[in-house]
Every structure is written in structure tokens, then in C-alpha cells.
């Protein structure tokens, strides 16, 4: 896909990886950055650095868990801004709790933004791509959408199922032009991981290394892309091996006795 010259709408793009995807687009060439979060003053903050690259930046505040609002300001933006060629869904929450623990709101809050929010955006932003036959989606999974582990079980059946509602579009939107994508980012240094107990052994990569993998597998055509090596050893492994796989994510869990035996205690 050329970016020189398109139209692209960000979700997350207050911060974390969103911001960073934003910036790389912005580097790449694209015409317009339409910027979606809550956060009015940090979407104008990164709306500037945008514009400091020499892009077009509308920031558009709104709470995507709240599908009237979605509709309200897709139908602005794109008569006022549009049309969009890329749609990059970005925003999400992360619980993290043992199940045993773990409240229904928590998880309601997940399925929310991460489930429902995606598809009301995306199903509005489709729609008009359609009809004009041209369009780009990419929707941020997780390598915890291939590789669920221990204490993220909610937020790992959301990721799955955006690999579900990813693949299923792939196919349904092809015969409109429409290409669907998936992005997986391994654990990313952003706001969401630092509320997160770590697994150990993950090395966090920078959102910006997940922006730069994301353009690279944009401009080669790939529907999955997979953001660092340790990602693509652990779904290798998966294949190969998944019940050392399975041992291995227990003995990293948090907290887990396993854990705390092979590398101390600092949790
Ligand atoms: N960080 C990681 O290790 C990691 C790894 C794999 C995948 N991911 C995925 O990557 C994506 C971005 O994560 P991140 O690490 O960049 O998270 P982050 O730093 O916490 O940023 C989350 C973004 O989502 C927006 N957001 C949250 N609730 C929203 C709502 N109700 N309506 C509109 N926007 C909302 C936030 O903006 P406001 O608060 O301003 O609304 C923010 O821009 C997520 O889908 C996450 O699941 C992250």
C-alpha cells in the first residue's frame, strides 16, 4: 500500500502506540491525520507534533465505548474531512487479574472498547469505504490474540476475538476493495504495560518499533504482522511445542509459585 497522499484515522492516538503509529504515518507521507481518544489535551498535544511534520491533524474527541457518538462524528469528519483510506483501530484496555479474582465490570469494560467500540467504528468507517470501492483496516490485536496466558484471560479473549472479527472481514470486504490487516504487538513499553505486572523474560519493545513494523508490513501487502523476534518464537514454538509453551507461560506468570522459585521474588 502507498501511503503518500491518503487520508488516515488513528483510534488510540492520544498516546502509547496509537501516538506513535500516528507519527510514523505522518512520516510516510500521508496527507491528513484524523486523531481519535478521549483526552482533549493530550489529542492536541500529539495534533502538534503531527503538524510540526508538515501533516494535516484534526483531533477528534470521543469515547468510543458509546456508539452514537461514534456514528455522530464518523458521518462528520468524513463529509468534512474525508474521504478516509486507512482506519488503523488502535484504542484498548488491558485488565489484569487471576480469573478468580476478576469482577464483571472489568471485563465489561474490555468487551466495551475493545470489542464493541471496534466494531461500531468499523462498522461505520466500512460502509463508506465501500461504497467508494477503496479502503485499508487495520485492527491492533496483541500477541496475546495467538498466546493467551495466565491473569490476562479476559483481555485475551478480546484480543482472540479481534483475530476472529479480522479474519472473517478479510474475507467478507475483499470484493469491495477493502483490505483488513491485522496487527499484533508484542508487549510494548506504553501506559497500558505499566499498570501490568510483567511476565518474565518479555523485554518490552517501543512503539515505535510496533509504528515502524506496522508500515513495513503495509507497504509488503502482509494480512498478519507480528512485531519482534520474541513473538515470532513464541507462536514458532506454539506450533511446534505447545505444551512446553504452556509450561514456560506458567512458570513467567506473575506471582506464579513457579515464578517466584526460578527468579525471586521482586512482585
Ligand atoms: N502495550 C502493550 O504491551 C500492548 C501489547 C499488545 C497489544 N497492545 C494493544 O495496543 C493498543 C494500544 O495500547 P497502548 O499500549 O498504546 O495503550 P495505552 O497507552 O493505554 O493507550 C490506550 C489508548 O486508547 C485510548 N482509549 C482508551 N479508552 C478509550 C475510549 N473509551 N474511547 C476512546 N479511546 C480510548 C486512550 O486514549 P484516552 O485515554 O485519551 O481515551 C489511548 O490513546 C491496544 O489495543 C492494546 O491492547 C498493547
Not at 144 to 170: D, E, N, V
Not at 241 to 251: K, T, Y
Amino acid at each position: 500500500m502507498k501511503l503518500q497522499g491518503k487520508v488516515a484515522l488513528v483510534t488510540g492516538a492520544s498516546r502509547g502506540i496509537g501516538r506513535a503509529i500516528a507519527l510514523e504515518l505522518a512520516r510516510n507521507g500521508v496527507k491528513r491525520l484524523l486523531l481519535v481518544a478521549r483526552d482533549r489535551v493530550q489529542l492536541a498535544a500529539v495534533a502538534q507534533e503531527v503538524r510540526a511534520l508538515g501533516v494535516e491533524a484534526v483531533p477528534l474527541a470521543v469515547d468510543l465505548t458509546d456508539p452514537a457518538a461514534i456514528q455522530i462524528t464518523i458521518a462528520q469528519a468524513w463529509r468534512d474531512r474525508g474521504p478516509f483510506h486507512l482506519l488503523i483501530n488502535c484504542a484498548g484496555i488491558a485488565h489484569q487479574t487471576p480469573f478468580l479474582q476478576s469482577k464483571l465490570p472489568q471485563v465489561q469494560d474490555e468487551v466495551a472498547l475493545n470489542l464493541m467500540g471496534m466494531y461500531a467504528i468499523t462498522r461505520s468507517v466500512a460502509r463508506r469505504m465501500a461504497a467508494r470501492s477503496e479502503g485499508t483496516i487495520v485492527n491492533v490485536s496483541s500477541l496475546m490474540g495467538k498466546i493467551a496466558a495466565p491473569t490476562m484471560s479476559t483481555y485475551s479473549a478480546t484480543k482472540f476475538a479481534i483475530l476472529g472479527f479480522t479474519q472473517a472481514l478479510r474475507g467478507e470486504l475483499a470484493k469491495h476493495n477493502i483490505r483488513v490487516v491485522a496487527l499484533l504487538p508484542t508487549l510494548t513499553d506504553t501506559d497500558m504495560a505499566r499498570r501490568l505486572q510483567l511476565f518474565r523474560g518479555v523485554m518490552p519493545v517501543t512503539p515505535e518499533t510496533v509504528a515502524k513494523s506496522l508500515i513495513k508490513g503495509l507497504k509488503r501487502g502482509s494480512s498478519e504482522i507480528l512485531v519482534g523476534w520474541q513473538s515470532h518464537l513464541a507462536v514458532w514454538c506454539q506450533r511446534l511445542a505447545p505444551g512446553l509453551l504452556d509450561w514456560i507461560l506458567r512458570l513467567a506468570a506473575p506471582n506464579s509459585k513457579l515464578n517466584r522459585w526460578a527468579f525471586g521474588s521482586r512482585q
